[in-house]
Nanobody, 122 residues
Framework: VQLQASGGGLVQAGGSLRLSCAAS????????MGWFRQAPGKERELVAA???????YYAESVKGRFAISRDNAKNTVYLQMNSLKPEDTAVYYC?????????????????WGQGTLVTVSS
């Protein structure tokens, strides 16, 4: 699986962005897809994930503000980010795993996109 993330940019606090991650290769629909982020000096963290059936996980810091979705027909996963805060500033990565939704470790994600930078100004 090859992943290509897009949609990052500069936005003011309170604004919105939608990230997209297009996947190539077979069997996209069976993978758990996740969005991670990594801010300077911090560890990479799982922000949101979604199963093939649509079950989701969100980090506490983004609940109620971010929404993950997927379109299996288009081999694409999305991250809608609303009410953005300066602390959301990071490089965002999409990733795929054949592990389970509840495993939050980056190490279980087998395939990674290249990352897209989100900068939220105050």
């Amino acid at each position: 699986v090859q992943l290509q993330a897009s949609g990052g940019g500069l936005v003011q606090a309170g604004g919105s962005l939608r990230l997209s991650c297009a996947a190539s290769g077979r069997y996209f629909s069976v993978y758990v897809m996740g969005w991670f982020r990594q801010a300077p000096g911090k560890e990479r963290e799982l922000v949101a994930a979604i199963t093939s059936g649509g079950s989701t996980y969100y980090a506490e810091s983004v609940k109620g503000r971010f929404a993950i979705s997927r379109d299996n027909a288009k081999n694409t996963v999305y991250l809608q980010m609303n009410s953005l805060k300066p602390e959301d500033t990071a490089v965002y990565y999409c990733a795929a795993t054949n592990s389970v939704l509840g495993d939050l470790r980056p190490s279980v994600y087998n395939w990674w996109g290249q990352g897209t930078l989100v900068t939220v100004s105050s």
